[in-house]
Nanobody, 119 residues
């Protein structure tokens, strides 16, 4: 049974920072991509960033330069450092892990952690 558990969300003022974590447990196969998505109230889920098991990263244009994704392969944990937060960054942030190549077909989601950016 695979579980992804996000943590680190909360209330932060505009311009502030937060660091989200997502810890995976269970059978996670490699190669894989660990990613963050977010969903604001009344809006569709959108891609934030991803990082492969080899360390390659990709960011949504609006987050590039403000957000940094990283991972600890030994702990199967992915992090999202968020700086210069804006009210429009308010959303539930969800963790995803999916396989590719030899592990194609693996796809799991966490339940999310709420980030609220407000003064």
């Amino acid at each position: 049974q695979v579980q992804l558990v996000e943590s680190g969300g909360g209330l932060v003022q505009p311009g502030g920072s937060l660091r989200l974590s997502c810890a995976a447990s269970g059978s996670i196969f490699s190669p894989n991509v660990m990613a963050w998505y977010r969903q604001a109230p009344g809006k569709e889920r959108e891609f934030v960033a991803h990082i492969t098991s080899g360390g390659s990263t990709n960011y949504a244009a609006s987050m590039k330069g403000r957000f940094t994704i990283s991972r600890d392969n030994a702990e199967i944990t992915v992090y999202l450092q968020m700086n210069s937060l804006k009210p429009e960054d308010t959303a539930v942030y969800l963790c995803n892990v999916r396989g590719y190549g030899e592990s194609y077909g693996m796809n799991y989601w966490g339940k999310g952690t709420l980030v609220t950016v407000s003064s």
